[in-house]
């Protein structure tokens, strides 16, 4: 009844979100935190290990049934919240005195996340710059009250990449596989993502992509108010996603001014996006704010340059391409800053000039090439988290429970 139906995890076959989520979720917080309690014969694990709003009120529950094993959470974006009325809390099996600004309490109402905050034993987020960001008012999203008062236990930790699946030397869903020592059979790809896109080849331009939600979080309005120049400027554009309608319109607008120039394709599927970071020249994104990201790191592992913002885990991620870097051989890309439209045109005219200088773009795609974010090194910095939290779970998590 709450999960086989029509659509996805988060939202129906409209791309609404399911009405009743606030009853989905919690039904699968309680049915973790009573896993954790002792449900299953012969298991209890070590540590509970919860990720957003959706699964964050498993802590919570774990607390009002006294289980004393430790648990982390990951927030991947503060933005989204789980916020209800109040109201909810007699339906999903939580007393009213939850409902208290100490409490999960928020704003008049309550937040799933806000829950998960307070009762996790860890709490980590996607990169250290964006641990950092979300103390702030700025970049906290009205909780960020809540994480100052958690700071000791706040981590942030990259996200890695599966270097199997998102690799140019044996990608299938690309027809010319290439590695760092013939990056020249990349041109291969670019010929046939033009075919796919329907941009004009006569040329020598390059192709600036972006593969994201059409969002005003990342930053898509400041790109379709750039596409002029660059397309001005001999560069192709390719936007390929989904979001926010007047987003979405804006650039299917500014693309009709340029056929054969620049292609939005609205929606997304994964052989076409493995085309993408294959046959392009650079991504583009321009976040407003970005907890990690994963399109700049396949971008890397494909030798297409990152355009970023310098925000979150794209500022930890990529290397920009000034004179310092460029000499000791170790930029990846062009960061921007302040995360304005000056801010991105002047990021892709730089990118536009690089191109124009062979030797440079080539080392800049090698130096791509070589950065590696696998899921290794994350999982190790992990592994460290939850071993601390098993040491200290006789002690510190089981008196603070206590206290709650």
């Not at 100052?148 to 990449?161: A, K, P, S």
């Not at 693309?255 to 493995?274: L, Q, S």
């Not at 062979?358 to 190790?380: C, H, I, T, V, Y």
Request: hydrophobic share 40%; proline share 5%; glycine share 10%.
């Amino acid at each position: 009844e709450l999960y086989d139906r029509l659509g996805g995890p988060y939202v129906d076959e409209h791309g609404n979100d399911h009405h009743d989520n606030w009853r989905r979720f919690a039904a699968l917080s309680k049915a973790a935190a009573e896993i954790a309690g002792g449900l299953l014969p012969g298991f209890v694990p070590d540590v509970v290990h919860t990720h957003d709003w959706q699964s964050a009120m498993t802590s919570v529950y774990m607390r009002e049934m006294g289980c004393a094993i430790p648990s982390v959470i990951t927030i991947h974006n503060i933005a989204f919240q789980g916020q209800y009325s109040a109201d909810i809390l007699p339906a999903i099996g939580l007393p009213s005195s939850l409902f208290s600004i100490n409490g999960i309490e928020y704003f008049g109402g309550i937040s799933y996340l806000k829950g998960g905050l307070l009762t996790a034993d860890a709490i980590t987020t996607v990169s250290p710059t964006y641990a950092r960001e979300i103390l702030t008012p700025r970049f906290g999203m009205g909780l960020d009250g809540v994480l100052n008062e958690r700071v000791t236990v706040l981590r942030g930790i990259v996200n890695g990449t599966d270097l199997d699946i998102w690799d140019p030397a044996t990608d299938p869903h690309i027809p010319r596989n290439y590695d760092v020592s013939s990056l020249k059979r990349k041109r291969d790809n670019k010929t046939v993502l033009m075919e796919k896109f329907g941009l004009d080849p006569e040329g020598n331009g390059p192709i600036f992509s972006a593969v994201s939600r059409l969002t005003w979080q990342k930053g898509f309005d400041m790109f379709a108010d750039t596409a002029d120049e660059v397309i001005h400027n001999g560069g192709r554009i390719i936007v390929f996603g989904q979001g926010d309608k007047d987003i979405e319109q804006a650039l299917l607008d500014t693309a009709a001014r340029y056929p054969g120039k620049m292609a939005v394709h609205i929606g997304y599927d994964e052989p076409t996006a493995h085309l993408i970071h294959a046959g392009s020249d650079a991504i583009v994104q321009p976040s407003r704010f970005e907890p990690c990201g994963l399109t700049q790191l396949y971008a890397l592992r494909y030798g297409t340059v990152p355009v970023v913002s310098r925000t979150g885990g794209l500022s930890e991620t990529i290397i920009d391409a000034n004179d310092a870097a460029m000499s000791a051989r170790v930029a990846t890309g062009f960061q921007f800053h302040p995360v304005t439209t000056d801010g991105l045109r002047l990021a892709l005219r730089r990118a536009m000039h690089a191109y124009q200088e062979p030797k440079m773009w080539a080392r800049l795609q090698n130096q791509a090439m070589k950065a590696k974010f696998s899921w290794e090194r994350s999982a190790q910095q992990y592994a460290t988290v939850y071993t601390n939290l098993v040491r200290k779970a006789g002690n510190s998590s089981a008196d603070r429970r206590a206290s709650y």
